[in-house]
């Protein structure tokens, strides 16, 4: 079974998610979207509309719960349910929620370090 096929998204916590994001505008050219973060878009002949999200959350912010990191990886998957029922199988800390959408299909993993990983299988086509 494949498992990770790419890197999704990057996200962590910042004390001035705008005012970090700014400087990342200003200094290195990122172009800013209306929530604060960076879609990159990049592809190929087999995936011609991927995308790779940067985007930082505030201090507060309950995203990356119940997870120990001020970060979280978001890792493309290719299929979701199958990756978590294995990893399950191997004893990993998976959390129980998932989640469906427009974007995508969404689950979690807390590594031995105390990490959560996100997955991510994009919707057809992306």
């Not at 719960?65 to 800390?93: H, I, K």
Request: glycine residues 12%.
């Amino acid at each position: 079974m494949k498992r990770v096929t790419g890197i999704g998204g990057i996200f962590f916590k910042s004390a001035d998610p705008r005012a970090l994001a700014a400087w990342y505008q200003r200094h290195l050219g990122l172009e800013l979207t209306d929530w604060g973060g960076v879609i990159f878009r990049w592809g190929d002949a087999d995936n011609p509309s991927g995308v790779t999200i940067w985007s930082p959350f505030a201090p507060d912010s309950d995203k990356l719960a119940p997870g120990t990191a001020s970060f979280m990886v978001n890792f493309r998957v290719a299929d979701l349910d199958a990756l978590l029922e294995a990893l399950r199988a191997e004893g990993c800390n998976v959390l129980a929620d998932t989640e469906h959408s427009a974007l995508g299909k969404f689950g979690w993993v807390i590594d031995p370090e105390g990490n959560k990983v996100e997955l991510w299988e994009p919707p057809p086509g992306r």
